[in-house]
């Protein structure tokens, strides 16, 4: 049943946190474009959910790109729009607008800029502000890599188009972000090279903490690509992530109705559609820790609630922060009975192994991942 019911394979032994990103080039110093951040950080919780296809280029909410050369002052009061801050608690970066649909709104950003947060906070252009969750992020071990998905509910802001063509050098490209806490700045540069086979924009437009996940965009008001770092002790040596690479991350997302992917760096998280029994038990709400096969621990909100099954057997009903669930049933001879459903309404059912330690219960699924959930002393089956 791979990931599907949030539990990966590994030692019994575990252990809370997640394993920090890091980028290097040709052994060079790099300076993300991040905000810096007070030493306080929240919990890491990777929850990717099904979402509809978010590729702004395909979608027929996405605004065309300009005809012919516009001025900084055009590029920026048509893109601002489509332009967000993004606050963590112990960050700041910026996103930009990729897809409207099913009342929601898409952004793209940096995995870095949202770190180990489940939800961040928008502020738009006209002061206006937002939740959003983090739905989607690429691993960032490597700049490519660099990549993260929030989701809002409503229509807001402007999608800006991912620019269809490979960038070239002497290009002409704008920033538009949050340098060092400044919202909403414009810088302007060009295209200095291509670098790793095109997927990463050197440019000399000016890159600072707060720039992340920023659009870096052409003189047609296309996105070129997504600002993401810069070398430090060094003057214009700035890099994005180009539009190709952003473009082929959210085409890795599942389209509406289709059965989920798991894209290489990315974990998909189920939805199931559980029964709620009238007799619900209070509840309890707690940090599962969830480890994906091969991956680090993380701490995950989440709250475990005691159902009765339909047989009259008991099971376990798991809620995690972003409102995927699974279900448990445990047995006497350490079996356990796991039940999921995908985004679009398939239910899958494993059967795995449970563990009781110290503090909580430590279930493994047949798909080698593994969870554990606090507190949690299961009434047996």
Wanted: net charge neutral.
């Amino acid at each position: 049943m791979r990931s599907t019911s949030r539990i990966k394979r590994a030692a019994w032994g575990l252990t809370a946190g997640a394993a920090g990103l890091a980028l290097t080039l040709s052994g060079c110093g790099l300076v993300r474009a991040t905000a810096e951040a007070p030493s306080a950080r929240a919990a890491a919780a990777t929850l990717p959910a099904p979402v509809a296809r978010a590729d702004a280029a395909d979608s027929d909410a996405a605004s065309a790109c300009a005809t012919g050369r516009q001025s900084a002052e055009e590029v920026f009061r048509s893109a601002r729009e489509g332009v967000a801050v993004v606050s963590t608690g112990s960050g700041m970066g910026s996103a930009f607008v990729v897809a409207q649909q099913n009342g929601l709104t898409y952004l793209a950003t940096n995995a870095h800029v949202v770190d180990g947060s489940e939800v961040v906070q928008l502020k738009w252009v006209d002061g206006s502000s937002d939740r959003a969750r983090v739905v989607a992020r690429g691993s960032g071990e490597e700049p490519t890599s660099d990549l993260a998905l929030l989701a809002v509910e409503g229509t807001r802001g402007k999608v800006l188009r991912l620019r269809d063509q490979a960038s070239a050098v002497g290009q002409e490209v704008f920033v538009i972000g949050a340098p060092k806490g400044l919202e909403f700045s414009l810088s302007r540069g060009v295209v200095s090279s291509l670098r790793g086979n095109e997927q990463i924009l050197q440019i000399d437009a000016a890159v600072n903490p707060g720039n992340s996940g920023g659009p870096v965009l052409d003189a047609g008001q296309c996105v070129a690509g997504i600002a993401t770092f810069k070398f430090g002790d060094s003057e214009g040596l700035n890099f994005a992530v180009s539009s190709q690479v952003v473009r082929e991350f959210l085409a890795q997302l599942p389209a509406a109705g289709q059965p989920a992917a798991e894209p290489p760096g990315q974990r998909q998280a189920r939805r199931p559609q559980l029964p709620q029994p009238p007799d619900l038990k209070p509840s309890q709400d707690g940090l599962c820790l969830f480890r994906a096969a091969g991956g680090s621990d993380e701490q995950i909100p989440c709250r475990i609630s005691r159902v009765r099954g339909r047989s009259g057997g008991t099971l376990y009903d798991l809620a995690w922060a972003d409102g995927s669930r699974n279900a448990y049933a445990f047995f006497a001879d350490g079996r356990v009975a796991i039940r999921a459903e995908d985004g679009s309404g398939q239910t899958q059912e494993d059967e795995g192994s449970f563990r009781r330690l110290q503090g909580g219960v430590a279930v493994l699924s047949s798909g080698n991942s593994l969870a554990f959930i606090p507190g949690l002393d299961p009434v047996l089956n």
